[in-house]
């Protein structure tokens, strides 16, 4: 028995009379928080280059894969070798420069070839975007603007889009200052993180992965500002917000040493 039936084992005995109370109460929908949260947990190994990590998160991955496999099986829908099955035969289709007629194509041209072929699979789908809507909101903007700019309907000038950053800032800054309503200030806070998403595919930057870095970065400079305050014997939480101000000036130039 190789590692994979060894894991399509356990999970079967998991799933069984006797086995896990809590994966047997498990169904699809149920595991969709875990499938994002191990989604991540890779994403973060791979930021933080941690190989160890990396291997134990992409196990994590693995398993929910497997686990709704096993459903699936159960319910005789489909098993986990239905599954790899697809997914071979998909490699083998959208890689006809390598299956077929071995064509040494750059890495643009490869993502060019994957998409038409992509779009001939599903050409009977009515509509055009089609973005999975559990996706992060960031991510779910971008894919949905690169879809419209692959049909033609786009900025064409970078500038143009940034002016448009800052038509909706202005309108977001409007609708503030003259107390308007929690709904309208809402749509227009939206209207900014969409133009700001534009902006950020013209720059070639993925805004998921920019506001994740942004995460991090603000979480160890405040956690440095909390190891500075214990340094002085300061309770951090009671320091005033000048005091907590120098704190996080002094963190940013350790950062950027």
């Known amino acids: 028995m190789d590692e994979m039936d060894k894991v399509l084992e356990v999970m079967k005995t998991l799933r069984s009379e006797g086995g896990c109370n809590w994966d047997r109460a498990q169904n699809h929908k149920s595991l969709i928080p875990y499938l994002l949260e191990e989604s991540y947990e890779v994403v973060h190994a791979i930021e ?7 291997k134990e998160e992409l196990g994590d991955l693995l398993f ?37 007629n ?19 699979e599903k050409k009977d789908r009515k509509e055009t975007i089609d973005v999975p809507i559990a996706l992060p909101a960031l991510d779910r903007a971008h894919k949905i603007q690169k879809k419209a700019a692959d049909v033609g309907f786009d900025w064409e000038d970078p500038r143009d889009v940034r ?4 038509e909706e800032l202005e309108e977001l800054d ?27 595919r013209f720059l070639k930057i993925n805004p998921e992965t920019a ?27 009671d320091l005033s917000l000048e005091e907590k101000e120098v704190l996080w000036e002094r963190a940013k130039k350790q950062g950027n040493s």
């Open 211 to 237: 506001l994740r870095k942004a995460n991090e970065k603000f979480l160890y400079r405040f956690s440095q500002m909390e190891k500075f305050a214990k340094e002085q014997n300061q309770n951090f939480p």
């Open 48 to 54: 933080n280059e941690d190989d160890e990590n990396l």
């Open 174 to 200: 409007e609708e503030w200052t003259k107390g308007g309503s929690f709904e309208r200030m809402e749509e227009e806070l939206g209207d900014l993180l969409f133009a700001i998403v534009n902006f950020s």
């Open 102 to 120: 071995q064509s040494d194509l750059s890495p643009e041209e490869v993502v060019q070839n994957w998409q038409k072929i992509k779009e001939n």
């Open 163 to 166: 002016a448009k950053v800052a």
């Open 64 to 100: 929910q894969v497997v686990f709704h496999s096993r459903i699936a099986s159960e319910e005789g829908r489909f098993q986990f070798s239905d599954v790899a099955g697809n997914l071979s035969e998909k490699l083998i289709r959208r890689h006809p420069h390598v299956f077929q």
